[in-house]
């Protein structure tokens, strides 16, 4: 029986050679957060974040794991 897929999404860590959170840069129209996401989203069952670190606005109701 094959399983469902997730997809993660990895945040966290201390940025300290960007200076601010990776997750949160902008990046063709969005975020890297909201490009993978999207990228991910139809191909997997759900898209669930890694981690601790911040996300951006429209996507603090994904789980966490």
């Known amino acids: ?3 469902s897929v997730y997809g993660g ?3 966290g ?3 300290q050679r960007m200076g601010s959170p990776k997750a949160l840069l902008p990046f063709g129209g969005g975020t890297f957060f909201s490009r ?3 990228a991910l989203a139809p191909v997997v069952h ?3 974040v890694l981690g601790a670190g ?3 606005p429209g996507h603090e ?3 966490r794991l």
């Open 54 to 56: 911040p996300v951006p």
């Open 13 to 15: 860590g201390a940025s």
């Open 36 to 38: 993978a996401r999207a």
């Open 1 to 3: 029986m094959v399983g």
């Open 9 to 11: 999404l990895l945040v």
């Open 46 to 48: 759900e898209v669930v």
């Open 61 to 63: 109701a994904l789980r």
